[in-house]
């Protein structure tokens, strides 16, 4: 069986993801967006959490912002990742609105500090995983930073996974350290992951 170069596979996934995702027509883009934000307030898994830890979205990405501000007005308490200096490392930050939100590592917005609080109890939280690509089994493929990597290794909360139901592929090559996310939600439609069956999570 010949062996896959890992590092090379991937870079190709993502530049193909990329490039997929530059060519969108934004009004199309903005409108599967929509639909993603639509799913994932209907899933019992949001209505029942208490904490919602979600990125905030780079131009390229499912955007998330109407998706932190429902939640917030849904008077759930929002968490976003901020980037540890000189690591690749993060820590999530309770925001209480977009004005708590900076500019800072690689140009994302991040959580202000000081300003905000630092948030370590992720009892009754729910995460919203970014990624390029993801396989039916809940595998993702990310920007390669290791940041979500090494968080989620951590973290034994539910996680969605979102992406665009054509960043789907059936399998994706990963390693014995990469966690699956439990549920994948695109555009078109919403998916339990073998992760979560073998948890007995729905």
């Known amino acids: 069986m010949r062996k896959v170069d890992i590092r090379a596979y991937k870079n190709s996934l993502r530049d193909k993801a990329k490039a997929m995702r530059r060519g969108m027509d934004p009004e199309e883009k903005a409108q ?4 993603i934000t639509d ?3 209907s899933l019992y898994q949001y209505r029942e959490a208490q904490t919602l830890l979600c990125y905030v979205s780079k131009p390229i990405e499912v955007d998330t912002i109407p998706l932190i501000q429902r939640a917030l007005a849904d008077g759930k308490q929002v ?11 993060m820590e999530f930050y309770r925001i209480h609105s977009l004005d708590d939100l900076e500019k800072r590592t690689f140009g994302v917005l991040e959580p202000k500090v000081p300003g905000c ?4 109890d992720f009892t009754g939280s729910l995460c919203i995983v970014p990624a390029l690509m993801y396989d039916l089994k ?3 493929l990310g920007y390669g930073g290791g940041y979500y990597d090494r968080f989620l290794s951590g973290y034994d909360g539910y996680k969605i996974g979102i992406t665009y139901r054509r960043n789907i592929l059936r399998f994706l ?3 014995r350290y990469d966690i699956p996310v ?7 439609f919403f998916r339990l992951t073998d992760r979560s069956r073998l948890h007995g999570r729905d």
């Open 39 to 41: 799913r994932i307030c």
């Open 182 to 188: 439990d549920m994948i939600v695109t555009e078109s």
């Open 138 to 140: 809940g595998y993702r």
């Open 117 to 120: 609080e630092k948030l370590t």
């Open 79 to 89: 968490a976003c990742p901020r980037c540890v200096e000189g690591t690749r490392q």
């Open 32 to 35: 599967m967006d929509r639909q």
């Open 173 to 175: 090559h990963y390693g």
